[in-house]
């Protein structure tokens, strides 16, 4: 709606100062629930080693054992996203794409070596070597995403958006094409 | 040249909507909190700025019980945008590097 009134300089500085304080006060006080990160950590070793059981022995139990690792992982991220929400009154979409279905570049790209080790080494009957994978993939995809939240918090506005449509289809296309390749392979 | 929205004159209403682009749902009693407004208040500006589509409100539940959850629109978000270019050129004016 265009008007004819205008603002002074310093109010217009004042307006702008007052917004921007209040939108980084308010993302610095928001609290993460407690073993936020360490929790996804784990979720994310889980299904990243139950995955590597599931495309490396290949029989009917290890692919129960892949659809119960996605479970956990599922299961963890819906609770700590309703506590998050519960305990802030506040629901940001960045989070929950970025932070914790790791679209976040240094999650996807953590999540992603880590897998591929996993299963090369499940394939190799190096199990020590999967957990090993596994474990440093959900400790890169928890770092990922607290590097998200630091980032957040220094500009909310620019972190606060949902990734569109079409980046988390193509997402779910890499993701999917990763997984035919896996299983060709083996 | 941006212009300035005059649904946004007032400081409560610029604010109100400029945390609103900081998250994608803020709870209406965590908004009252952070402008430290009473309910009426808020509930006053957020019937207002939903009027011109520039938030939206829904009933949900928070922590158990009955809540209303507020959002920014594309409307919103384009209005406050342009108002914010037009803040930012009006000090631009006197100083540019304080843009």
Known sequence: MESSWTPQPDEAATALGDARRSQEGLAARL????????????AVATQ????AVGLAVGTTWSH?????????????????LTRFRNLNGVWIAGLAHRAVLGTATTASLSYTAALAGAVWAGHLDLWWLTAVCSAAGGIGYALGGRRWFSAYRGDPVAHSRAQSRWQLLAFATLAAAGVVLLLAAA | MAEFDLNLQSLLRFK????LA??????????????????????????????IDYVRSRKGVHAGRRTTWISLTRTGRRALTEHITALRDTIARVDPHLR
């Open chain 1, 64 to 80: 129960l054992v892949l659809a119960a690792g996605l479970l956990v992982f599922c299961a963890v991220a819906v609770v700590q």
């Open chain 1, 48 to 51: 990243l080693a139950t995955t």
């Open chain 2, 22 to 51: 900081a998250v994608t749902e803020l709870e209406f009693a965590a908004l009252r909190d952070e402008l430290r407004v009473s309910d009426s208040v808020l509930s006053k500006q957020v019937s207002a700025l939903a009027g």
């Open chain 2, 16 to 19: 109100l909507l400029s945390l």
């Open chain 1, 31 to 42: 609290r993460l629930p407690g073993l936020f990160f360490g929790s996804i950590a784990v």
